[in-house]
């Protein structure tokens, strides 16, 4: 072999080696490239992983919050229904108090009343709660007093424990429709009287103005409030 041709054969190993070396090069780069990659791709992955996780864990929360909200919407139904029972029983119970209160005025008020029915207007019959009933129908009075003879009179009494406008009609409609209920009583002339514990300035204006005479209580249980020189309206029977 001559020595043109062993440097021929020397040429070309080394540009081989040379050709392999670059090849090597391009491959380390393309796996460490690769290997970038595969790293990216790997935190992603794990970015992923996670942000499914909190997704899970959130549907979780909120399911769970779900079910709380729904534990205390049920938990607000009960306790309103419950509140409403305990309104309606004290509904009851408060109706109760005020119309055993109301009987109580009666009561309390009848011995005074009798007095000054008897002492001021010379009464002779005093009837607490009397109650007429004509064809089905019904009227009740607090107390009725009367009496017969030359100074032929009654009176119509209403006892309220509080004064108010209601009360006011309920004795008007009482004392015009007086003699349809009791006419027995057509002779006599009928004052009015409304008996109270308590009540404002215009509802007792109010009584006065309709010509009642006025007991409210006082000192001695129940007093004769009506002012001097107070005119009473007087019923009396239509003419037949």
């Given at each position: 072999?001559s ?25 380390e ?81 009848f ?63 009482k ?66």
């Amino acid at each position: 072999m001559s020595i043109a041709e062993l440097k021929q054969i020397i040429e070309s190993i080394t540009i081989t080696q040379l050709e392999t070396a670059a090849e090597l090069r391009d491959t380390e780069r393309m796996v460490k490239e690769n290997t970038a990659q595969m790293k990216e791709t790997e935190r992603l992955v794990k970015e992923n992983t996670a942000q499914i996780k909190e997704t899970d864990r959130q549907i979780k929360e909120t399911d769970r919050q779900i079910k709380e909200t729904d534990r205390q919407m049920k938990e607000t139904d009960r306790q309103m229904k419950e509140t409403g029972r305990k309104l309606r029983e004290i509904g009851k119970q408060v109706g109760g108090l005020g119309n055993k209160f109301g009987t109580f005025a009666e009561g309390l008020a009848f011995s005074s009343i009798e007095r000054i029915l008897r002492k001021d207007f010379g009464m002779e019959a005093v009837t607490p709660r009397f109650s007429v009933i004509k064809g089905g129908e019904g009227q009740e009075y607090d107390v009725l007093a009367y009496r017969n003879g030359e100074a032929s009179k009654g009176m119509i009494v209403e006892v309220k424990s509080s004064l108010d406008l209601a009360v006011i009609e309920q004795m008007k409609r009482k004392m015009e429709r007086l003699f349809h209920w009791m006419p027995e009583h057509r002779e006599k002339e009928f004052q009015g009287m409304v008996a109270y514990v308590e009540g404002s300035a215009a509802a007792r204006q109010a009584v006065l103005a309709h010509g009642w005479h006025l007991v409210q209580v006082g000192e001695d249980l129940f007093e004769l409030k009506t002012p001097p020189g107070f005119v009473p309206k007087i019923y009396r029977a239509a003419a037949r």
